[in-house]
């Protein structure tokens, strides 16, 4: 299966150079186009990601001649690439160190002595992908968090159950006179004024599972 996704730049950091050249044609025959640059250490790859690039993946093995330590370099490669996908092609079979480098943000662990065009190729499509994915979802959580924290309204989150305050916006803060600090240790029930609390905690009890109307009066830190 051919993927078209268009010209693929890719990273290759690399220095044996049969093994660069066997992911070179194993690319070659799932990909109609391939822009590939190679590094054969970790100082010339920091160098290609520390430039403006257009890499869409960085394909990394572990072994380099200027990095002993293995998760040292996978640590700083996601710090030099954290928006793109970075695969690891490796000949050590570390089940272990392969799954925590996964947890370091790398986005897949393949082995090369198991390594096939197809499997290759997947890989790339599905990495990319899921970068996309998470790019969006992160950017997106972003701009949420944006209208939450300077939102002019006083807002804030609860736990469902205990009904303590998760977070709370700076409105909020200064509405109320508590701190954020203050606010994380209570929970809305501290709000409450005491000519109202049995009749909400009652409607609250009843509805616990749906939405309920009641008209809450809250009062203020006092100084």
């Known amino acids: 299966m051919t993927y078209n996704t268009g010209v693929l730049d890719i990273l290759v950091v690399e220095d044996h150079i049969g093994d660069y050249i066997l ?3 194993y690319l070659s025959e799932e990909h109609l186009q391939i822009n590939l640059t190679r590094a054969s250490t970790f100082k010339e790859a920091k160098g290609n ?4 690039h257009n890499f869409k993946v960085v394909l990394l093995d572990l072994s380099l001649p200027d990095v002993q330590d293995s998760e040292a370099l996978v640590t700083n490669m996601v710090g030099l690439a954290p928006n793109t996908p970075i ?13 925590k480098t996964l ?6 662990y393949l082995l090369k002595d198991d390594l096939s065009s197809s499997q290759l190729a997947k890989s790339i ?12 979802l992160n950017e997106s959580e ?3 968090k944006a209208l939450f924290d300077f939102s002019p309204l006083p807002m804030w989150v609860l736990d469902k159950h205990t009904l303590e305050f998760l977070n709370v916006n700076d409105a909020a803060v200064a509405l109320y006179g508590y701190s954020k600090d203050e606010f994380l240790t209570m929970n ?18 009843n509805n616990y599972h749906d939405k309920f109307g009641v008209t809450v009066k809250h009062h203020k830190k006092k100084w």
Do not use: C, H, M, P
């Open 125 to 136: 499509f599905y990495s990319i992908e899921r970068k996309s994915i998470d790019f969006k």
């Open 23 to 25: 992911i070179e044609e």
């Open 188 to 205: 809305v029930r501290d709000l409450w004024t005491k000519d109202i609390y049995e009749e909400v905690e009652t409607a609250w009890q």
């Open 87 to 99: 695969i690891v092609l490796t000949g050590f079979a570390n089940k272990q160190f392969g799954v």
């Open 103 to 108: 947890s370091l943000g790398i986005s897949d």
């Open 49 to 52: 990601l520390s430039r403006d």
């Open 142 to 144: 972003r701009k949420y």
